[in-house]
């Protein structure tokens, strides 16, 4: 279920700007994942991160597993129009996977 | 390699029918988990099947339930519908991996609206 905490819950910026988003947690996962989900659709898996400290850049997007496995951060750098949409995290711990609510991403051209 | 696909991807139904969604997983994934997308209240897990049997159970009341095939395929049942129940259904498959190193994929989900 929806048990982590993800900020902001909305975003508008201007295309070509830097977006910063992140997840926190009061317990500890083993994986991050960070999805983005456009209306009707399903979540797209973005990145995933497997190991405290882990940094990972998937093109323009850039994510950290923070090192207290409690928390994780998302960056889109440079942003385009087609980044509109709604970014999820999620953390995960053997069998126990959680989401947060959402962050939507709104981009002005 | 193909993704997970759902059918169908939209169904109207009335209160008090029931519902089947389908879900096929990715090709060598045994893990199957379902999720109501609503939003006001996000992504629900609802449960999630492994080789055939229910490994984890969100909460949710006994008229939502599932089954999970030899071939790891996999449905939802909802019996008794309710205005409540409209929402987007999703379905993600994982390689079901030990140690945590287990991600999952999403369909494109089943837009299910209850009148």
């Known amino acids: 279920g929806q048990q982590l905490n993800q900020s902001p819950q909305s975003m508008f910026i201007q295309e070509g700007e830097d977006v910063s988003m992140n997840c926190t947690s009061s317990?500890?996962?083993?994986?991050w994942l960070w999805y983005k989900q456009d209306p009707g659709e399903g979540p797209v898996l973005l990145i995933a991160?497997?190991?405290?400290?882990e940094l990972t850049s998937n093109g323009r997007l850039t994510a950290q597993f923070g090192i207290t496995r409690k928390d994780s951060f998302l960056n889109i750098s440079a942003s385009i129009p087609s980044d509109v949409g709604i970014y999820f995290c999620?953390?995960?711990?053997?069998?126990?996977?959680?989401f947060g609510a959402g962050t939507r991403l709104t981009v002005k051209p | 390699k193909a993704g997970v696909t759902q059918t169908p991807r939209y169904l109207i139904k009335t209160r008090g029918q029931q519902v089947t969604l389908s879900c096929s997983p990715i090709?060598?994934?045994?893990?199957v988990s379902w999720y109501q997308q609503t939003p006001g209240q996000g992504l629900q897990f609802l449960f999630e099947?492994?080789?055939?049997?229910?490994?984890n159970k969100g909460n949710f009341p006994g008229r939502f339930s599932g089954r999970q095939f030899s071939n790891s395929r996999s449905e939802m049942n909802v019996s008794t519908l309710e205005l409540g129940d409209s929402a987007l259904y999703l379905c993600?498959?994982?390689?079901?991996?030990?140690?945590?190193?287990?991600?999952?994929?999403f369909g494109p989900g089943t837009r299910l609206t209850v009148l």
């Open positions: 991160l497997y190991k405290a400290g």
């Open positions: 090709s060598g994934h045994r893990s």
């Open positions: 999620a953390g995960q711990y053997n069998n126990d996977m959680r």
């Open positions: 099947y492994f080789s055939e049997t229910q490994r």
């Open positions: 317990s500890i996962f083993n994986t």
């Open positions: 993600a498959s994982s390689l079901a991996r030990r140690g945590g190193r287990d991600t999952q994929y």
